[in-house]
């Protein structure tokens, strides 16, 4: 075989593009373990379970699969666990390729990078949060379905949802797949055996979950619930960004125009109609779960495959072929009403380092603080814990909030009680139902600031 027939093989042209995802993503994985608090938390988790042998979550209802994982590569730092994420994003993407293929997609590579680079894709796929973990397993199993192996298939699925356990919400519209799939005498049969090994695999992945918190574990962290501007940006233009949003209606109402002018242009592929209303239903689900808890854009990722195979399957060529290029650009451009900006993931980069920045001109203040102190710091936490797991000043303290019986011990040992904003005085009160002013706590940011102005 020559070296044009080789790369001209479907076999090539997706191993190339494995790669390319997997190299693009290099530059960014140096930047911390990521913007979000949960990403430390889990590099912490990863370090705890490798010095001392016992598991314990990195936040509830517990990531087994990826918190066990990483602690056999913590000592790599933000390399080896970013750079783990942006195997299991290069994964994801070549599984969504194979999926297109499987259904007959022409556009199959250009769909898969538009996956590739949406914005929030991207940014997740390098950073240490378990989102493209999970991801690469329910596309595995997706692909395991339309292979029609439900065991394989179930097996991928226990692993998505040991990964982060929301992915077990995918479980009904695989099912609907593997229906429409298999005659009326086998489908029971399959339906059975594809759940029996998704289920027995994510009990198997959460034993050391429920070993060590019991039926307790499934809980999750407190965070403040949104305004609807607020939720509405995070499922539109922090998914696919502001020219992929332009895409997405470019191709929406190219679908409309061929209904109603019953144009020749054709899409992509075609598929039987149990598909589509099993994509549809994965978007519904998906889209309900992230409005019980619309806290990041990153929760709406498992349903972008399907949003884009819906565009695939019904937008004319040419429509779609815009929307994949608007949401590729959409990583790298920033479109708004002074013209282009730089894109969110070199903006996400630039604020990593900020944060990190920040931090340790923090500690630089605090750990010249005399006496025994206890400062409130919020999400900070974790990325103090990791960036400074042993202080110069022993008897200073970094915790995430304090509850009423904390509080008074700390207070009955003599220590000040500090919180870096009124942001975080107002974070715990709204969990805890503590204001910390009330009992003395003082803003270490105010202090700060008035000791800089009286230099």
């Known amino acids: 075989m020559n070296f044009q027939q080789f790369f001209g093989s479907d076999r090539a042209r997706l191993g190339l593009l494995f790669v390319f995802v997997l190299l693009t993503r290099i530059p960014f994985l140096d930047a911390g373990y990521g913007e979000h608090v949960d990403a430390w938390r889990i590099a912490n988790t990863a370090r705890h379970i ?16 990826q918190e066990i994982a990483c602690s056999f590569i913590w000592k790599g ?4 666990l970013n750079g783990a994420s942006a195997i299991f994003s290069a994964l994801s993407v070549l599984l969504f390729a194979l999926i297109l293929r499987e259904m007959g997609c022409k556009d199959y590579l250009l769909a898969s990078l538009a996956l590739a680079f949406s914005p929030v894709f991207y940014i997740n796929s390098v950073t240490s949060k378990d989102f493209l973990w999970a991801l690469a397993f329910t596309l595995g199993s997706f692909y ?11 097996i991928c699925l226990g692993l998505a949802i040991g990964s982060r356990l929301t992915s077990g919400v995918v479980a009904l519209p695989l099912c609907l797949v593997l229906q429409g799939l298999n005659p009326e005498n086998m489908r029971l049969r399959k339906i059975l055996i594809f759940a029996a090994a998704s289920t027995v695999t994510a009990v198997i992945t959460f034993l050391p979950v429920f070993l060590k918190y019991g039926t307790g574990f499934f809980d999750f962290y407190e965070q403040l619930y949104p305004d609807w501007g607020t939720i509405l ?35 992509p ?17 998906y ?10 854009s990153a929760y709406l990722i498992p349903l972008m495959p399907f949003a884009i195979l819906l565009l695939a399957r019904f ?11 608007l949401v590729i650009a959409g990583s790298f451009v920033t479109i708004n009403a002074h013209g282009f900006s730089s894109g969110p993931i070199f903006k996400d980069r630039e604020q990593r380092f900020t944060i990190t920045s920040n931090i340790k001109g923090f500690l630089s203040f605090t ?20 960036i400074s797991p042993a202080t110069d000043h022993p008897e200073n303290t970094y915790v995430y909030l304090l509850t009423e019986p904390e509080l008074q011990h700390w207070i009955q040992s003599g220590a000040t009680i500090y919180y870096t904003s009124p942001m975080i005085r107002q974070f715990n009160y709204r969990v805890h139902g503590i204001d910390l002013a009330r009992y003395g706590a003082k803003d270490v940011r105010a202090i700060y600031e008035e000791k800089m102005r009286g230099k």
């Open 287 to 296: 889209i309900a779960v992230f409005l019980r808890l619309p806290h990041h």
């Open 144 to 154: 395991a379905i339309l292979k029609n192996r439900p065991v394989a298939a179930g």
């Open 315 to 325: 937008a004319p060529r040419p429509a779609f072929w815009t929307f994949c290029v």
């Open 367 to 386: 750990e010249r603080m005399p006496g025994k102190n206890v400062f409130v710091v919020g999400g900070w936490e974790p990325e103090i814990t990791n």
């Open 233 to 267: 940006e995070r499922a539109t233009s922090e998914m696919w960004g502001m020219s992929g949003i332009a895409g997405i209606l470019i191709a929406l109402g190219a679908i409309a125009w061929r209904k109603g002018n019953k144009t020749q242009l054709t899409p």
């Open 77 to 80: 730092g933000p390399i080896a």
């Open 50 to 65: 490798a010095e001392t042998g016992d598991y314990v979550v990195s936040r509830f209802p517990g990531y087994p699969v």
């Open 269 to 285: 592929f075609s598929c039987a109609p149990f598909h589509v209303w099993a994509w549809a239903c994965a978007i519904i689900i």
